[in-house]
């Protein structure tokens, strides 16, 4: 029996097409699936796409069989954020604590797959290539929005509440949502959260990071331009959960 189980690839985008690939598949999912928007995003052309494209690396996950890209991830290390003016993320949360440590940092976004590459080993190949990045540039902070759908957050009570509880980042990590956009995450005391209800709701990504061992800013930024409540997540590379970090540990000691 052939094994039908797509074959995968993953590389860094180089020229202008890898870049509009990157944004045609984020134009799919963030524009087509879930209704967002933006100033910049062209829906003529079918691109989602923001002025700080030209300062990311794009990692571009492609099916080898077909020649599609299928996954994407954007990276930004701080002096790529000096370049642009700022990180991403500094629209949304005040990143200052993160900045004065003095940890290596990466920002990371516009992380999506395919639909129909979810749920298999996509995921697991563009994570081997990020820790390859992350190995190799020494990162210790890794950090980024990451984001629910809708903008109603009493309708996100459970799983805001669940994060806000259990997952909480540290005060030396504890970031904060900016006052313009800000929603108290706190919605529901301890003793009504419902653990089944919140893990139901939680985006894939978000339930990931969380069981490496991520945690969350204070507060939740909604993006009404975007369509998502957004939270902040937070990962110390040397609070990674030991038993969830293999592919981590595996690409540092290559």
């Known amino acids: 029996m052939t094994d039908a189980r797509p074959a995968f690839s993953t590389k860094f985008?180089?020229?202008?097409?890898?870049?509009?690939?990157?944004?045609?598949?984020?134009?799919?999912?963030?524009?087509?699936?879930?209704?967002?928007?933006?100033?910049l995003v062209d829906h003529e052309a079918g691109l989602?796409?923001?002025?700080?494209?030209?300062?990311?690396?794009?990692?571009?996950?492609?099916?080898?069989?077909?020649?599609q890209v299928v996954g994407v991830y954007r990276l930004m290390r701080e002096d790529q954020a000096r370049a642009a003016g700022q990180f991403y993320s500094e629209d949304e949360?005040?990143?200052?604590?993160?900045?004065?440590?003095g940890r290596r940092m990466l920002e990371l976004g516009r992380s999506c797959l395919h639909r129909d590459y979810?749920?298999?080993?996509?995921m697991y190949h563009l994570w081997a290539a990020l820790a390859e990045y992350i190995a190799q540039h020494r990162i210790e902070i890794l950090f980024g929005v990451a984001s629910f759908h809708g903008t109603d957050v009493d309708k996100l009570a459970q799983p805001l509440s669940a994060l806000h509880h259990n997952h909480l980042a540290p005060p030396d990590l504890r970031v904060r949502a900016r006052a313009d956009h800000f929603a108290?995450?706190?919605?529901?005391?301890v003793e009504a959260l419902d653990r089944r209800a919140a893990m139901l709701a939680m985006p894939a990504l978000i339930k990931a990071y969380l069981r490496l061992g991520g945690v969350v800013g204070q507060g939740a930024?909604?993006?009404?331009?975007?369509?998502?409540?957004?939270?902040?997540?937070?990962?110390?590379?040397?609070?990674?959960?030991?038993?969830?970090?293999r592919i981590y540990s595996d690409a540092k000691s290559r």
């Open 118 to 122: 979810r749920g298999g080993a996509a």
């Open 93 to 101: 949360y005040d990143l200052s604590m993160l900045k004065a440590s």
């Open 48 to 67: 989602e796409r923001d002025r700080f494209d030209p300062f990311f690396e794009h990692l571009l996950l492609s099916d080898t069989d077909t020649g």
């Open 221 to 245: 930024w909604i993006d009404r331009a975007f369509n998502t409540t957004d939270i902040c997540l937070i990962l110390d590379t040397t609070r990674l959960n030991p038993r969830r970090s």
């Open 13 to 39: 985008a180089e020229t202008e097409a890898d870049l509009r690939a990157a944004q045609a598949l984020r134009y799919d999912v963030f524009v087509r699936e879930l209704g967002g928007g933006g100033a």
């Open 184 to 189: 108290a995450m706190d919605r529901l005391p």
